[in-house]
C-alpha cells in the first residue's frame, strides 16, 4: 500500500477552489493540522461561525477528494470556527448547553466520566456497560478517551472494524459480550501517540459517533477523556447526553478534580446521574480486615454536599484489576461476585434515573459490612 504525505493531501487539495471563488482551499488559509495514521487522513477546515452550516458541502467534496489519493482509507475532515473576541466591556460568551442532534437508533447518551485520570473510570465504564446489558438492556460503548484509548483491552478486542457500506463511509462496531463498541484504538496502532489539537480530536470523535453503523441500543455508554478541558466541553456541549456519572477515589486531591467535572457539566446543562466511589476500600484476602488505603467515604460526602446522588462503592480488588488487563471484565465474567453485584446496583440506579424506574422494580441496595 502507497505511503500516504501530507503533501499528497495538499497537492489534492490545491484543486479545490476557496468558497469565496479566490484560489483554493490551501492558499485560503484554510486547511490546517494534517494528521496521518496509517490509512486515515484528518484535517481541519477553518470557517467562522455564521458560515458553518454552508462550509458543510465543502467538507463532503474535500473528504470525497481526498478518499480518492491512492493508500487513503479514510478522511476524517473537522470544521472549525472560532468565536469573535468579546467587545470591550462585555463579558465573553458562554456555553449554553446546546447539544448535537441525537444518533439514530440509540435512545440514552451517558458520559463516564472523571476529573484527574488514574481513578478507574474506564474500567468503571466497561462494568456498568456490562451491568446495563445483564439487566437486559441493549448498550453500545463509545471509547472518547482519544488521546488514551483503553476500552479495545478491556473488552479483549483487536483487529479493525469492518465497512458497512461499499464505499467505506460507515464502519461497523466491534462486539464482545453482547455489547457494541467503537474506540479510535482500533483504527491506530497501540503504541502510537496521538499528537493531536482539540479541533482533530472532535473530527475523529465526530467520526466515530456519526460514522458507526450502531444497532439500535437503549444506552451508549461514552467513557470520556480525564479533565475537564475543551474536548470534554466540547463534547459535552455537542453530544445530546441525556446525564453523565462522575468517578472518584475517596481521597481530597482526587475530590477536588471530581467537583471540577460536575461543574463543567451543569454548565452546559447536562443532568449529573450520580458519584461512584472508586477503590473506596480493600479487604484483606488472607485476614478478612478491611483497609481504607485511599481513605473513605469522601465521594459520598462530596454527593449528599453538593446534592446528587451517590450511587454506590466499588472496592480495590486484585481480581478485578487482572481480569480488566486480560479483556475479561469482571461482570462478564464473573456474574456471581460482590463486584458484579455493586456495579449492577449501580447499572440499577443510572437507568432508574434515565428512565424514571421503568425496569422491574430494584432490588435492594446492596450494603457490605462496615459501609
Not at 206 to 230: C, H, K, N, Y
Not at 357 to 369: K, S, T, Y
Request: net charge neutral.
Amino acid at each position: 500500500m502507497a505511503t500516504v504525505t501530507p503533501d499528497d493531501v495538499l497537492s489534492v487539495l490545491k484543486r479545490i477552489a476557496a468558497p469565496d471563488g479566490r484560489g483554493n482551499v490551501v492558499s485560503a488559509g484554510l486547511v490546517s493540522d494534517i494528521a496521518i495514521q496509517g490509512g486515515t487522513v484528518m484535517f481541519a477546515l477553518t470557517t467562522s461561525p455564521q458560515h458553518v452550516k454552508t462550509m458543510e458541502a465543502l467538507r463532503g467534496a474535500v473528504e470525497k477528494a481526498v478518499q480518492g489519493i491512492p493508500g487513503v482509507d479514510k478522511a476524517m475532515v473537522a470544521l472549525t470556527a472560532e468565536r469573535a473576541p468579546p467587545q470591550p466591556g462585555q463579558p465573553p460568551q458562554q456555553p449554553q448547553g446546546q447539544r448535537g442532534t441525537g444518533v439514530p437508533g440509540i435512545k440514552h447518551l451517558i458520559a463516564v466520566a472523571s476529573g484527574k485520570g488514574g481513578v478507574g473510570k474506564s474500567t468503571t465504564a466497561v462494568n456498568l456497560a456490562l451491568a446495563l446489558k445483564s439487566l437486559g438492556l441493549k448498550v453500545a460503548v463509545l471509547d472518547a478517551d482519544v488521546y488514551g484509548p483503553s476500552i479495545p483491552k478491556l473488552f479483549g478486542l483487536t483487529g479493525k472494524p469492518e465497512p458497512s457500506d461499499a464505499a467505506g463511509k460507515k464502519m461497523k462496531p466491534m462486539t464482545r459480550y453482547g455489547v457494541e463498541v467503537m474506540s479510535i484504538g482500533f483504527l491506530v496502532p497501540e503504541d502510537t501517540a496521538m499528537i493531536w489539537r482539540g479541533p482533530m480530536v472532535m473530527s475523529a470523535l465526530t467520526q466515530l459517533l456519526r460514522d458507526t453503523e450502531w444497532s439500535e441500543a437503549d444506552v451508549m455508554v461514552i467513557d470520556m477523556p480525564p479533565g475537564t478541558g475543551d474536548v470534554q466541553l466540547t463534547l459535552a456541549q455537542q453530544t445530546p447526553l441525556a446525564g453523565a456519572v462522575i468517578v472518584s477515589t475517596p481521597q481530597d486531591l482526587a475530590l477536588i478534580d471530581a467537583r471540577k467535572g460536575l461543574n463543567m457539566f451543569r454548565k452546559v446543562n447536562v443532568p449529573v446521574i450520580g458519584i461512584v466511589e472508586n477503590m473506596s476500600y480493600f479487604t484483606c484476602t488472607k485476614c478478612g480486615e478491611r483497609h481504607e488505603i485511599f481513605g473513605h467515604g469522601g465521594a459520598r460526602e462530596e454527593a449528599s454536599r453538593i446534592g446528587v446522588p451517590f450511587l454506590g462503592e466499588i472496592p480495590l480488588d486484585k481480581e478485578v484489576r487482572l481480569r480488566s488487563d486480560s479483556g475479561e471484565p469482571v461482570v462478564a465474567t464473573q456474574p456471581d461476585s460482590l463486584h458484579t453485584a455493586l456495579y449492577r446496583d449501580v447499572a440499577r440506579q443510572v437507568w432508574a434515573s434515565l428512565e424514571g424506574g421503568q425496569l422491574a422494580r430494584p432490588a435492594p441496595r446492596i450494603v457490605v459490612d462496615g459501609q
